[in-house]
């Protein structure tokens, strides 16, 4: 089983950047599968960004060209890159992972079993 836990979060300007991290610890976090999602208050959760083992990654819509999903292994951690942060990013961000290869469902919630408890991402306009 792995746990997850989130830094990074902040208030930032329209424009700015963030970098999410998700640290992973109790299992080995290069062979699962890995995703961001957000949830803003009134909405349900979404997903923003999700990868494979096999490199493979899927971007929301509305962030695509902006977000970055990476990890790096050898320090058991995820990333997410956010440029050019907009007032409608805001929310709360949750890594996600799962042991399964999940493929075209990535940005799909109810694959991913572990779940961090998420940081607060506000954009101010």
């Known amino acids: 089983q792995v746990q997850l836990v989130e830094s990074g979060g902040g208030s930032v300007q329209s424009g700015g950047s963030l970098r999410l991290s998700c640290a992973a610890s109790g299992s080995t976090f290069r062979y699962y599968s890995v995703g961001w999602f957000r949830q803003a208050p009134g909405k349900e959760r979404e997903g923003v960004a999700a990868?494979?083992?096999?490199?493979?990654?899927d971007y929301a819509e509305s962030v695509k060209g902006r977000f970055t999903i990476s990890q790096d292994n050898a320090k058991n951690t995820l990333f997410l890159q956010m440029n050019n942060l907009k007032p409608e990013d805001t929310a709360i961000y949750y890594c996600?992972?799962?042991?399964?290869?999940?493929?075209?469902?990535?940005?799909?919630?109810?694959?991913?079993?572990?779940w961090g408890q998420g940081t607060q991402v506000t954009v101010a306009s």
């Open positions: 990868s494979n083992s096999d490199g493979s990654t």
């Open positions: 996600a992972a799962s042991r399964i290869y999940t493929g075209t469902w990535r940005l799909r919630e109810n694959v991913y079993p572990y």
